[in-house]
């Protein structure tokens, strides 16, 4: 069982960057695509980037491309979500979540995915 945990969240300006880390436990990640999701306020969870197992393929939402870089470090069980020139748009809890075991595609449906982390708080002010 793969406990995920995010990290790096935070209250910033307009402009400014974040790095969000996702830790794991209890398993390793190296046979999971990895995915980062964001959820606004009376808004749907939405899918923000992802990557493939090995690192090799990734996937970044058409409106977040040249902004937001995902990456991943598999001796270290992390995954990260690079955030630069955030706007309060992007304010939103971001989720960390584990899935399409070995599998050489990106996931892109929450419903791809078998585990979650409990989310960190992304908040952009103007």
């Known amino acids: 069982q793969v406990q995920l945990v995010e990290s790096g969240g935070g209250l910033v300006q307009a402009g400014d960057s974040l790095r969000l880390s996702c830790a794991a436990s209890?398993?390793?990640?190296?046979?999971?695509?990895m995915g980062w999701f964001r959820q606004a306020p009376g808004k749907e969870r939405d899918l923000v980037a992802a990557?493939?197992?090995?690192?090799?393929?990734?996937y970044i939402d058409d409106s977040l491309k040249g902004r937001f870089t995902i990456s991943r470090d598999n001796a270290k069980n992390t995954v990260y979500l690079q955030m630069n020139s955030l706007n309060p748009e992007d304010t939103a809890v971001y989720y960390c979540?584990?899935?399409?075991?070995?599998?050489?595609?990106?996931?892109?449906?929450?419903?791809?995915?078998?585990?979650w982390g409990k989310g960190t708080q992304v908040t952009v002010s103007s």
């Open positions: 990557i493939t197992l090995g690192g090799g393929d990734s």
């Open positions: 209890g398993g390793t990640i190296r046979g999971y695509a």
């Open positions: 979540a584990a899935g399409g075991y070995l599998s050489i595609h990106v996931p892109r449906l929450m419903r791809e995915y078998n585990y």
